[in-house]
């Protein structure tokens, strides 16, 4: 039951979303790999679970308050509008989680000057002021600060979706839509937290909440966060003690500032259908900032496009494997071949040997967990060729 904190992380919540990119990266010279390296969940215990825990997350008063930002991080933007905004408090003492969301058009101060009149919301502030002044104005708005929080862009969130079995592309479609609604951006702030509390209720109890710890950890390692990985998995602990599947009115959603918004279902078997029905009424009006008309399929090839003409970039490749880039394609062995040769690649760049033997023996580790054999292989290929040009 552990694992439940991590569907939570799920909900902060455009995708860029043929042809892929042919050739291999290059070898990498001068780093030096193991010939053989620990089982994932080895290495997850001895770099990880060995931290230090003495903080406890929840402190003296038994809870713990963690503010989710869903980024729209542009390719090569550190940090992005603040698009998703919802603040959890997970009071373990009385097993209740209290969900708020905060909408992105939320009036909010800037920066400097030369704004237009039309700039002055919250989103804009962490693109404008950066992280630190945004997570400032959010708080303002909620009245309480956070305690940790945790960020997620599109390729993390299509990531965590990969990973929950969920349909990836419709879901995030349908979270980040506010077109059709009478009040758009509050509606879709409250349907952001309808999700987490769906996923939290439906998830909690049965296989689907009973993942181990390398599982967790692939989850984790999405996000940005100043949360450990020891400190997720005592939040976790305390969690599955919620018993939600039965208490769903242990989650509690709430908006600041408040709006009269309506509970819509997230169903899986017609999220494409329901959004196109939202759309029908009002494409026709929209601007093609707001919607260009893109097919999947065209989204697609325009991301493949993108990965391929920045591969002799440093710094497109840092920014891309950093963030997970490979996440947003639908196919798995076009997702797996960008997965591979961005690593190829940034690994190029590190000067730190360490880190550059961390994320192959990592990289091989999840491949093998996965079940994706092929992938995993050719990693330690790449191991040997690192080690013959040492």
Known sequence: MTGMFFY???AVLFIFSGTWLSGAAGVVSSVYVPESVPQLDEFITETLM????AVDPFGSDGTVKILLIG????????VGHC?????LEIDKGNSIIKITAVPRGTFSTLPGGGHAPSDYYVSNACQIGGLAYGVEQIEKILGQKADYVVRLGFSGAMGVLRRLDLPAT???????NRHGFAIGEPQRAHNHSAFIKKILVEYAGGEAGKRDVVWQYLIFKLFKTDLTFGQVRQIAEAFSGFDLAEHPERVRLFMRPAYQVVDIDYDTAHLDEKRQALLAPVI?????EDYAGVTQEQGQAKL?????????SGDFVSWAFENSLWMQIDNETD???AHFVLLQKHIETLVDKDEAIRLTAEYIQEMEYLGLSAWAERGREMAARFVEKK
């Open 50 to 53: 060995v931290e230090p825990t």
């Open 284 to 288: 026709a009006l929209l601007s093609t």
């Open 170 to 176: 419709e879901s995030l479609a349908w979270l980040r």
């Open 83 to 87: 698009d998703a905004i919802q603040f």
């Open 8 to 10: 939570i992380l799920t």
């Open 304 to 312: 493949l496009a993108t990965i391929q003409n920045g591969l002799d």
């Open 71 to 78: 980024e729209d991080s542009r390719v090569g933007v550190s």
């Open 335 to 337: 997702r797996e071949n």
